[in-house]
């Protein structure tokens, strides 16, 4: 079937990824474009997503700044989709790519995750295809339990077409999907737990904010990619496992997030938390 089309009963669906990139980071400006082997670090992260075993178009969402312009060249490189919108209404940006695409499912990855693991991508589809009528949204951080890094959230284009007509708080417009989760009235929600019963949310930092993030990510790489392109989850914990100097190179970051700046306007979170818990 065309890219992104899965036969569901008598209905075609669309399945989206939509990737948010800009270079213009606070805290790293560039990191979507720093090299990892050879090639740019969202290069390496698309090439993960185009891993995964189900059936999905990849697009990269950038602003309209001339600084953005890289990004498109780099997706046209990739022979990946671009879309362009605006800088700072994040949620905008993700709806109308979606909606240009002509999405029925979409998917929210965020380009600070270059060592997502493609099977946990899956996992999460899975779990919402399985019965796709009985949610609006399914994550794998609502709680999270996997390493941080290995972010899925998946809605149907409903959800956001909704959530796009209602959010109006500049930390929903910015971060795409807090209205879904923070009104749980509104929306049917289900998340996907770490199936090894463990949590390294908060203690496992596989995301890139940081120059010790890109330290890290880029040992990581040098370490695995070379006698295994498709290295998973486990093989980055093993290898952490066997050597900790890696571990420790951006381990002050771990469980840095951005719900701290918010603990007072996030129903989903309680005073002194740094974790969100949904249901």
């Excluded at 929600?189 to 496992?204: A, E, Q, R």
Aim: charged fraction near 25%; charge should be negative.
């Amino acid at each position: 079937m065309p890219d992104g089309l899965k036969q569901q009963g008598s209905m075609a669906v669309k399945t989206v990824i939509v990737v948010q990139a800009r270079m213009s980071s606070s805290r790293l400006p560039g990191k979507v474009m720093k090299p990892i082997l050879g090639k740019t670090l969202l290069y390496r992260m698309i090439e993960r997503l185009r891993m995964i075993r189900s059936e999905a178009q990849i697009i990269i969402a950038t602003s309209q700044e001339s600084a953005d312009d890289m990004i498109e060249q780099e997706a046209s490189a990739m022979d990946v989709a671009c879309f362009r919108g605006s800088l700072d209404n994040l949620l905008d940006r993700h709806y109308q790519a979606a909606r240009q695409a002509g999405a029925s499912v979409v998917l929210k990855i965020p380009s600070d995750c270059p060592l997502i693991d493609p099977a946990i991508i899956d996992e999460a589809l899975d779990f919402y295809f399985t019965d796709p009528e009985k949610y609006d949204y399914v994550s794998n951080l609502h709680p999270a339990t996997f390493p941080d890094g290995n972010d899925v959230e998946i809605m149907t284009m409903d959800c956001l077409e909704k959530t796009w007509h209602e959010a109006k708080r500049p930390l929903e417009l910015e971060h795409t999907t807090p209205y879904i989760w923070e009104n749980q009235d509104k929306f049917r929600i289900g998340n996907v737990l770490w199936n090894t019963g463990k949590d390294y949310s908060m203690s496992h930092r596989f995301t890139i904010d940081y120059e010790e993030d890109y330290q890290f990510i880029k040992h990581v790489f040098e370490e695995l990619y070379p006698g295994n392109p498709a290295f998973t989850c486990a093989d980055i914990l093993n290898l952490l496992e066997e050597k900790p100097g890696i571990y420790n190179i951006n381990a002050r970051h771990a469980g840095v997030n951005w719900y701290r700046n918010h603990l007072d306007e996030l129903k989903t979170i309680s005073s002194g938390q740094t974790k969100l818990t949904v249901g």
